[in-house]
């Protein structure tokens, strides 16, 4: 990226609600006329290809990276083949410009961000009183043991607004 991006992420534990927040605040960011990309952390291991597809074969035969483009859309991959996984600020490096790059996981990479937290979680336990860099909270429930603001995690358009006016973000109105 060229410039600083503006960056936010979207931390919480397993099944908290960070994707389906991430999903509808791209959407929400879209319509306002904004380009947005996304980073997501996965802590397992994922594949995007699929099995004899050509692309999967040559990662197979031992590329190092294989890019794969049509008319509507390229992706490269990228083999680590045992090398350690890049920094947070190598992929972000690597994010065309755009007006906000909202992050998905990366709980403890020092962005703004606000934490997804709902009754389903995998785990309870609150990341705001540990993490400085958590400056709202979305939740599904009542949340009282914080001086952090809280939105109920449906309501996209004040996250979008408090997401906006934490990074700077002009109005496209």
Not at 65 to 77: N, Y
Not at 78 to 97: K, V
Not at 146 to 161: G, H, K, R
Request: glycine share 6%; with cysteine.
């Amino acid at each position: 990226m060229s410039g600083p991006a503006r960056i936010f992420g979207i931390a919480g534990w397993k099944n908290s609600g960070k994707t389906g927040l991430a999903v509808r605040l791209v959407e929400e960011f879209t319509r306002r006329g904004y380009r947005i990309s996304t980073i997501k952390h996965a802590h397992h291991d994922f594949d995007i290809d699929k099995v004899g597809a050509d692309s999967f074969r040559h990662r197979q035969a031992g590329a190092h990276e294989v890019a794969i483009v049509s008319g509507t859309r390229f992706a490269i991959m990228h083999e680590l083949r045992g090398e350690p996984e890049p920094s947070f600020d190598e992929i972000l490096s690597r994010i065309a410009p755009c007006d906000l790059v909202l992050i998905e996981g990366y709980k403890r990479e020092p962005v703004p961000k606000i934490e997804a937290r709902r009754r389903e979680a995998s785990k309870r336990d609150p990341l705001a009183p540990t993490d400085p860099w958590i400056c709202a909270i979305a939740a599904d429930h009542t949340v009282s043991e914080t001086d952090l603001p809280v939105f109920s995690l449906d309501d996209t358009s004040a996250i979008a607004d408090f997401i906006a006016e934490r990074t700077g973000l002009t109005s496209r109105a």
